[in-house]
């Protein structure tokens, strides 16, 4: 398995190792001990599916506040995502950029998206399938999001006119989002 950190700290990539032939391929997307050896210590206890029809779906950004926080393992199972996150700490050096990232079926990579993080994607094809870990259940009391569109973020999304909820399209821009994490170098 190899694991890249991304310049927000916290963040890596993960690609697991893949074995195929003529039949197809074999990859362990998670082993605890795997992700122990490099690290990765998360007690993953929820796994989310979800199915985006359309090409321009934009999911986010996401997060949960503490102490329902959550780490996020992301991957692609059918399709391709620009997949986005923004660092949410508060005394963050990098407090307020993004990284985004293409996942999808074919790169096979996963997105390790540490709590304190807000977490978004825009599906670049049709009928992509995005599956993820989570290390604490969801709490509609504890749910929030940034908007989207937010100039001050100024993410470079795939698609102006994005597919979004009606949710996503009402979350507030980061100046004015609730948030508690605080960054601990």
Not at 69 to 96: C, E, H, M, N
Not at 116 to 141: M, R
Not at 155 to 160: A, C, G, H, L
Request: contains cysteine; hydrophobic residues 40%.
């Amino acid at each position: 398995m190899k694991v890249t950190s991304k310049a927000l700290q916290g963040l890596k990539i993960i690609e697991a190792n893949l074995y195929g032939d003529q039949r197809g391929f074999f990859y362990e997307s998670y082993n605890v001990e795997t992700f122990r050896k490099v690290g990765i210590n998360s007690k993953f206890i929820q796994d989310n599916h979800s199915l985006s029809v359309e090409a321009g779906v934009l999911r986010g950004l996401h997060y949960q506040l503490n102490p329902k926080a959550q780490t996020k393992l992301v991957r692609v199972t059918a399709g391709a995502i620009y997949d986005v996150v923004v660092d949410i700490r508060k005394g963050s050096p990098t407090f307020g950029d993004w990284q985004g990232f293409i996942l999808s079926a074919a790169n096979k990579r996963q997105l390790l998206v540490p709590q304190g993080f807000a977490h978004g994607f825009c599906t670049i094809v049709p009928n992509t399938e995005v599956q993820y870990k989570v290390d604490a259940l969801y709490s509609p009391e504890h749910d929030r999001g940034i908007a989207w569109n937010d100039p001050a973020l100024g993410i470079d999304w795939p698609t102006s006119k994005p597919i979004l909820s009606d949710k996503d399209g009402k979350h507030p821009v980061l100046a004015d989002a609730e948030i508690n994490f605080v960054y601990e170098g």
